[in-house]
Antibody, heavy 118, light 109 residues
Framework: QVQLVESGGDVVQPGRSLRLSCAAS????????MHWVRQAPGKGLDWVAC????????YYADSVKGRFAISRDNSKNTLYLQMNSLRAEDTGLYYC???????????WGQGTMVTVSS | SYVLTQPPSVSVAPGQTARITCGGN??????VHWYQQKPGQAPVLVVY???DRPSGIPERFSGSNSGNTATLTISRVEAGDEADYYC????????????FGGGTKLTVL
């Protein structure tokens, strides 16, 4: 079945780095744009970044631009999020999501938790 | 950057109709998507491109979009519809185009 499984979340100190992964299965990964969306504890959804189906274009929220990098390996059906210079406000559950027309996210993973704390 | 405004909460009795709004400047010119999120679960797409429903979503869920307001309508509300609902657009004029509304908590009385 169509599935996204995130991994890589952890507890890290401010200023450190972390790399999240999202393994896709059950669909043609290379045909879809992919996104990262996060949710701070008790808060709403916050779009983080996206990458086109072929990896040629990327977009970032202002809050992470210059610190985070989204990438993908279509040969491994895997999406990544490299997070550098982490801040306390980056704490949250990070979801990867598949997009269809007009950037609607029709498939979501269960999320991986990132906690930034000293 | 583009801003989407949702009411924090909406309450409705079972069997009645719930309407959740999403306000944005000329939002009628954009495609709006709606997500349902229950506690401890990932969001689920319930309406996309203003008014289309993914397979498996009941016909009770519908959407509209015009002017400065998009609306998610849930007819014949059931207890299981109690959840947080988020609207979302893709602002193609921006270099940070993903935008979510702040979310609306739907309470079934």
């Amino acid at each position: 079945q169509v599935q996204l499984v995130e991994s890589g979340g952890d507890v890290v100190q401010p200023g450190r780095s972390l790399r999240l992964s999202c393994a896709a299965s059950g669909f043609t990964f290379s045909s879809h744009g992919m996104h990262w969306v996060r949710q701070a504890p008790g808060k709403g959804l916050d779009w983080v970044a996206c990458i086109w189906y072929d990896g040629t274009k990327t977009y970032y929220a202002d809050s992470v631009k210059g610190r985070f990098a989204i990438s993908r390996d279509n040969s491994k059906n895997t999406l990544y999020l490299q997070m550098n210079s982490l801040r306390a406000e980056d704490t949250g559950l990070y979801y990867c999501a598949r997009s269809i027309s007009s950037a609607a996210y029709d498939v979501w993973g269960q999320g991986t938790m990132v906690t930034v704390s000293s | 950057s583009y801003v989407l405004t949702q009411p924090p909460s909406v309450s409705v009795a079972p069997g009645q109709t719930a309407r959740i709004t999403c306000g944005g400047n000329n939002i009628g010119s954009k495609s709006v998507h709606w997500y349902q999120q229950k506690p401890g679960q990932a969001p689920v797409l319930v309406v996309y491109d203003d008014s289309d429903r993914p397979s498996g979503i009941p016909e009770r869920f519908s959407g509209s979009n015009s002017g400065n307001t998009a609306t998610l309508t849930i007819s014949r509300v059931e207890a299981g519809d109690e959840a947080d609902y988020y609207c979302e657009v893709w602002d193609t004029s921006s270099d940070h185009p993903g935008v979510f509304g702040g979310g609306t908590k739907l309470t079934v009385l």
